[in-house]
């Protein structure tokens, strides 16, 4: 077992992992609920000692097998939820503490949206600003799915850190999860997040009122938000070190959607020249049109099986019309977008 624990844990060189800390969070979760978390982590091959440091990563394929084994257990069906009870500013590094002494909420939201990495490599999250409110916004960067209960994870710690920050004057409008309904215990779902939730959600996200961007902070400092804040950007440097094509994958799945994808805008957005971004990728034995391809076939992959519209997903991805993309698709896949759903949703019917 030592063996296996070793592989499921990483220092900072990881392409799809999770900070180190939230796995010792997950343990006290477990305990609290009566359950022993010792052979639920060694079923996934993870020692607890470890994820005291949060250079520290857990591998996604392990991350993934301790949450199957959570929820093989009859008496955790809402454990995404009860992780919230023991999550701390300091569970995520720098990045938690530099966002808590953030002026206002806002400063606290920008922050986690973009030092997120810190937090998990498995999915992206953005903030939309809309006329009549705001969304964060969780896209599957990982291809592979992780058992529903991260997704109920994500929320509930989310609206927990803010409603601490703001001293629980955070409150979601809405909250959407991407995970099917839980039949006995959605009414547990409302009481905790306090406002209507929407479960077969394509994405999770949390909607509120824009006026809480502006809401002041009562743990406000600037010099140790800056002095967290160059921690957390020191942190951020190991982890792109380590994995520089992660990098321009999450960047490309920010712009895909605006119709930019080429190597000029994503080097900029980088901030490195367009030779820098072809030398730093060669050296990961990648290239630029292969992570482009890679990201492009992924999203449109996860966004087929979500029962997208063929031309919606043609644009989430870059293309500047269907045919455009129908024909990229067959190339990567051999199957034209229509079959290859076809032919997921009868795998799926007969799993």
């Not at 591998?59 to 257990?73: H, P, S």
């Not at 949390?206 to 809480?212: N, Q, V």
């Not at 992570?291 to 099986?305: C, F, G, P, S």
Request: proline share 6%.
């Amino acid at each position: 077992m030592l063996n296996k624990s070793r592989a499921s844990l990483v220092m900072i060189a990881q392409k799809f992992s999770t900070i180190g800390p939230l796995g010792v969070v997950i343990w006290q979760a477990l305990e609290d609920l009566g359950v022993a978390p010792e052979p639920l982590f060694a079923e996934a091959g993870i020692e607890v000692g470890p994820l005291l440091d949060p250079n520290t990563r857990i591998a996604d394929g392990a991350f993934r097998e301790l949450l199957k084994a959570i929820e093989a257990q009859a008496s955790v069906q809402t454990f995404g939820l009860h992780l919230a009870k023991f999550i701390h500013p300091t569970t995520f590094y720098s990045l938690g503490v530099a966002a808590y002494c953030s002026a206002t909420l806002g400063d606290y939201v920008e922050k986690m949206v973009r030092y997120y990495s810190v937090v998990t490599t498995n999915d992206v999250m953005s903030l939309v600003r809309e006329a009549d409110g705001c969304a964060l916004i969780w896209t599957a960067h990982n291809p592979e799915p992780f058992p529903p209960i991260r997704e109920d994870g994500i929320a509930a710690i989310f609206v927990t850190i803010l409603r601490i920050a703001s001293q629980n004057r955070f409150r979601p409008r809405t909250v959407s999860l991407a995970r099917p309904y839980p039949s006995d215990e959605a009414p547990r779902y409302e009481i905790f997040f306090g406002c209507e939730v929407i479960f077969d959600a394509a994405e999770t996200s949390i909607t509120f009122d824009s006026e809480l961007l502006d809401l002041p902070l009562v743990g406000a400092d600037p010099e140790l938000a800056r002095s967290y804040e160059q921690l957390t950007e020191q942190y951020i440097a190991k982890l792109e070190k380590a994995d520089f094509p992660a990098r321009v994958r999450n960047e490309l799945v920010r712009l895909l959607p605006t119709g930019v994808s080429g190597k000029e805008a994503v080097a900029s957005v980088l901030c490195v020249s367009t030779r820098t971004l072809y030398n730093r990728l060669e050296e990961a034995g990648t290239t630029f049109r292969e992570v482009l391809d890679e990201t492009r076939r992924l999203l449109a992959e996860d966004y087929l099986k979500k029962g997208l519209p063929v031309n919606e997903i043609a644009y989430l991805t870059g293309f500047s019309d269907t045919a455009n993309f129908s024909r990229a698709f067959k190339k990567w896949t051999g199957l034209s977008p229509m079959a290859y759903r076809a032919e997921t949703t009868s795998s799926g019917d007969h799993a």
